[in-house]
């Protein structure tokens, strides 16, 4: 993500949260990233606020996303971009349909929120972008808790969705994200629906 940015002049400066989840991984996932930085010659803000009590992964999320709010609202950027891919919206939307949700649940993954948050990659497949960096000979780094199937998001992605998809639907993940596209449509349809209506019913 970072160096596709960079090749088309959208990157202003890097952000990066360090959980130290990981111990020595974390803290090597920072040195990959400053080092890439550099690299490429953009500053780097780095965050390490530990995480409160609760669920780990929600929190995670929490923290990382209040900081990339700061950073925007402090003006070293007008929007940031993450590298969600088609996978990661496949694996929300599966989750999501589990739990019992309906469609602004099924709406997965946004492309753009109103939060300044923009996901380039969400239609790329992980695989996809893994071969781009090989064929290019760059390295990257991969989350080792990715694999922990500990997580129930991790058990959708490393022991539902393969076995879905080798048994029953070998498009599985482009079938969920054209879900999610169809909740999205869906949602925003009626979002400006009730805009119009309010005033006259209420």
């Known amino acids: 993500l970072l160096r596709a940015l960079h ?3 959208l990157a202003a400066v890097v952000l990066h949260v ?3 989840l990981r111990g020595a991984e974390s803290d090597a996932d920072e040195a990959f990233v400053r080092e890439l930085a550099g690299e ?4 780097v803000v780095v965050s390490s606020e530990p995480l409160p009590d609760g669920n780990t992964e929600q929190e995670a999320r929490r923290v ?9 609202a402090a003006g070293r950027c007008n929007r940031v971009a993450t590298g969600h891919t088609l996978d ?18 099924l709406s997965g993954i946004r492309p753009v929120t109103e939060a300044g948050i923009v996901r380039p990659l969400l239609e790329l497949r ?3 972008i893994r071969q781009w960096l090989r064929d290019n000979g760059h390295p990257w780094r991969e989350d080792s808790s990715n694999a922990d199937v500990d997580f129930r998001r991790n058990q959708i992605r490393c022991q539902y969705l393969p076995e879905l998809t080798a048994t029953m639907n070998p498009a599985l993940a482009e ?3 054209s879900t999610a596209v169809w909740a999205q449509a869906e949602e925003d349809y009626w979002a400006g629906e009730l805009i119009r209506l309010e005033p006259q019913l209420l």
């Not at 490429?40 to 500053?43: A, E, K, N, S, T």
């Open 18 to 20: 360090n959980h130290r």
């Open 88 to 105: 990661d919206q496949a694996e929300t939307v599966l989750y999501r349909f589990l739990r019992g949700a309906g469609t602004a649940g």
């Open 64 to 72: 990382r996303y209040r900081f990339f709010e700061e950073q925007t």
């Open 175 to 177: 079938t969920l994200a």
């Open 40 to 43: 490429l010659g953009l500053p």
């Open 126 to 128: 992980r695989e996809e």
């Open 7 to 9: 090749s088309l002049g």
